[in-house]
């Protein structure tokens, strides 16, 4: 069993930063695949970003490459979600999940077992 929790969101303007943490439990983090999701007021939920267990290698969303940085670090058991040059359209909340999935599948909602409760990112124009 994972728990997740998510940290670090809140209002900023366009064009500033934000990192996003999403601390976990359990025994066995450094063997997930861990990824961001997020989900816009009446949007279905939808992949950002996600780092590879055992290699760290990572994949993005097209909406985000380049500015956004997904990282984590096994001994502190925490993925980061290092978000640049924001634009309004990156306004939802943002969900960190751990799955045992296949890498091929890491873009799928449903690859991933365990989710944080979210947390709010708000960027104005």
């Known amino acids: 069993q994972v728990q997740l929790a998510e940290s670090g969101g809140g209002l900023v303007q366009a064009g500033g930063s934000l990192r996003l943490s999403c601390a976990a439990s359990?025994?066995?983090?450094?063997?997930?695949?861990m990824a961001w999701f997020r989900q816009a007021p009446g949007k279905e939920r939808e992949f950002v970003a996600a780092?590879?267990?055992?290699?760290?290698?990572?994949y993005y969303a097209d909406s985000v490459k380049g500015r956004f940085t997904i990282s984590r670090d096994n001994a502190k058991k925490t993925v980061y979600l290092q978000m640049n040059s924001l634009k309004p359209e990156d306004t939802a909340v943002y969900y960190c999940?751990?799955?045992?999935?296949?890498?091929?599948?890491?873009?799928?909602?449903?690859?991933?077992?365990?989710w944080g409760q979210g947390t709010q990112v708000t960027v104005s124009s």
């Open positions: 999940a751990a799955g045992s999935t296949d890498w091929g599948r890491r873009i799928l909602r449903a690859s991933y077992d365990y």
């Open positions: 780092i590879r267990g055992t290699f760290g290698s990572t």
């Open positions: 359990g025994r066995t983090f450094s063997s997930y695949t």
